[in-house]
Structures are given as structure tokens and as C-alpha cells.
């Protein structure tokens, strides 16, 4: 049992940076393969980056790779997301989720079993 909310997210311009934060309450995130998705307006909610149990192994969608990075272990019990050189494309809500299963099946948004509410980016052109 954990339960997951996001923060981090507002209005950036085009080449800037934010970073986003998934805190956990009721269990440390240690125990869950974590991963970040996003749903940009039309689109269908996506992989973009994730993280696996004890925080050893890191993947990427490709179209973030080299400009995302996901990170955890942390003593504020978070997962964060640091995206830079961000693109009006990557405009959408992030939202953190956790999963039981391995990392080999975390670009598929049904294999998580926890999801925080969505944390809004906008990037500006």
C-alpha cells in the first residue's frame, strides 16, 4: 500500500528545465519499480522514464533519452524526474506511478498498480 502525488510541474519556456517529484507516503518506494508517463493533450498517456527496486537499474523512452533523468533514493522518500532542454512537444500531465512487477514491463502503463493524480507541464514556444 502507497500512495503516490507529484509536484513540480507549471509553464516553462521552450529550452528550460523542470523537475518534477513523486512523494510517497505508507511504504518506501525502495520496494517498487517507479516509473514516470505522461499524457499530452490528444495523446495517449506514455512511457517516459522509470526506475527499478533499490533503485539500481534506469530506463528511457527514446524520445527523452539524454534529456531526462530519473532518480531515487533519496532520504525524502521521492522520485524525481529532471527534464531539461524541454520542447513544446513535451507539454502534458506527468504522472508518477509504482509497480510490484519488473522494469522489463514498465513501459506498459497497465503494469502499475499505484498512480498519483498528475502534475501539469506546459512549455511554452
Known amino acids: 500500500q502507497v500512495q503516490l502525488a507529484e509536484s513540480g510541474g507549471g509553464l516553462v519556456q521552450a529550452g528550460g528545465s523542470l523537475r518534477l517529484s513523486c512523494a510517497a507516503s505508507?511504504?518506501?518506494?525502495?520496494?517498487?519499480?517507479m516509473g514516470w508517463f505522461r499524457q499530452g493533450p490528444g495523446k495517449e498517456r506514455g512511457f517516459v522514464a522509470g526506475?527499478?527496486?533499490?533503485?539500481?537499474?534506469?530506463n528511457y523512452a527514446d524520445s527523452v533519452k539524454g534529456q531526462f533523468t530519473v532518480s531515487g533514493g533519496n532520504t525524502k522518500n521521492t522520485v524525481d524526474l529532471q527534464m531539461n532542454n524541454l520542447k513544446p512537444e513535451d507539454t502534458a500531465v506527468y504522472y508518477c506511478?509504482?509497480?510490484?512487477?519488473?522494469?522489463?514491463?514498465?513501459?506498459?502503463?497497465?503494469?502499475?498498480?499505484?498512480w498519483g493524480q498528475g502534475t501539469q507541464v506546459t512549455v511554452s514556444a
Open positions: 505508507g511504504r518506501s518506494l525502495s520496494s517498487y519499480t
Open positions: 506511478a509504482a509497480s510490484t512487477s519488473s522494469i522489463a514491463y514498465l513501459s506498459s502503463s497497465g503494469s502499475c498498480d499505484y
Open positions: 526506475i527499478s527496486r533499490g533503485f539500481t537499474m534506469r
